[in-house]
Structure formats: C-alpha cells, structure tokens
C-alpha cells in the first residue's frame, strides 16, 4: 500500500498543480509584464496537453512497461513544473505548462490503473478512492495552500512547492 501513498501524493500534486494557476493568474501576468487573459492561456495549454496526452501516449508506447511509463509521466510533470518556476517569459511559461500538462494527463490515467493493479482485487476500490481523493484533495486543500503560499511569497514559491511534491512521489516510485 506504500506505493499506493506515493501515487495518491502524486495525484494531490495533479490536483494542486492544474487548479492553483488560475488563482495565480493577476500575480504571474505582473510579473511576466503581460496581460491576464494572455497569462490565463496557460491553463488552457495544460488542460489542452492533458487531455491529448494520454490516449496519444497509450497508443504510441503501448508496449512500454506501465511501471516506467508512470514514473516517466510523472517525470515530465515535475520537469514541467519546474521549468514553470522558472520561466522568464510568456512563451517559456506556456511550453512549460504544455509540459507539465501533458507529464499529468498520463499520468493521471495510469496512476490509477496501477493502484488497482497494485491493491489486488480486494482493495482495489479503496486503492482506487485514495489517488481520487489525492486529486480533490490537491484542489480543495492545495490551492487556497498555494494561493497563500503566492501571497507571501511569489507565485513561483507556489511552483516550487508543487516540484517539490512531485519529486517525493517520484522519488518514492523510482
């Protein structure tokens, strides 16, 4: 069930990570010195490379061990965060959330397949509720977190704290 954890905590930085740009959004668009509809294509990216990623990347690396595509996917994710934290611009901000969001879109889609995998037959809908429940949780907990997180520190923090996350899971999955 450890595994299962580390997946869940995976799952609570998804959850985090793809609601808590739109709170950030007036402070970023400040920062990068553009307009806030211009920043909020950001979440559009993400969500954009979320949903073409999965079905793509199943179709493509069907072959490839779930295990390693999972860790993988979660990889890119935090890479994407990352770069996310780091960006000095709109056109770097927008391919590092395309990154993030498509890091998430797979990994969203085989983290729960693992944790059923995982569990075994009779746990396997506990298994199931715990990564769900990571994902509503990162929203309903982790974004009013980031969002204060941003106000006293910078939104970048907020990016760093979901890294940092990520990275946990990866690491304990690795």
């Known amino acids: 069930m450890r595994k299962v954890w580390l997946?869940?905590?995976?799952?609570?930085?998804?959850?985090?990570?793809?609601?808590?740009?739109?709170?950030?959004?007036?402070?970023?668009?400040?920062?990068?010195?553009?307009?806030?509809?211009?920043?909020?294509?950001?979440?559009?990216?993400?969500?954009?490379?979320?949903?073409?990623?999965?079905?793509?990347?199943?179709?493509?690396?069907?072959?490839?061990?779930?295990?390693?595509?999972?860790?993988?996917?979660?990889?890119?994710?935090?890479?994407?965060?990352?770069?996310?934290?780091?960006?000095?611009?709109?056109?770097?901000?927008?391919?590092?959330?395309?990154?993030?969001?498509?890091?998430?879109?797979?990994?969203?889609a085989l983290s729960t397949a693992a944790a059923a995998t995982l569990a075994g037959p009779e746990r396997r809908g506990r298994a199931l509720a715990m990564v769900m429940g990571g994902m509503s949780s990162g929203t309903v907990l982790g974004v009013p977190l980031g969002v204060l997180l941003a106000d006293h520190t910078s939104w970048r923090a907020t990016m760093w704290l979901v890294t940092g996350l990520g990275t946990v899971a990866l690491l304990g999955l690795a």
């Open 7 to 108: 997946l869940m905590v995976g799952s609570f930085t998804l959850g985090l990570d793809a609601y808590v740009m739109a709170g950030l959004l007036p402070v970023v668009a400040g920062d990068l010195g553009t307009t806030v509809s211009l920043a909020g294509q950001m979440v559009t990216v993400f969500t954009l490379a979320y949903a073409v990623s999965a079905p793509l990347v199943a179709g493509l690396l069907s072959g490839v061990r779930p295990r390693l595509l999972v860790i993988a996917a979660l990889a890119v994710f935090t890479l994407g965060n990352a770069l996310t934290a780091l960006a000095p611009g709109l056109a770097v901000l927008l391919l590092a959330r395309a990154v993030a969001g498509a890091g998430a879109g797979v990994y969203s």
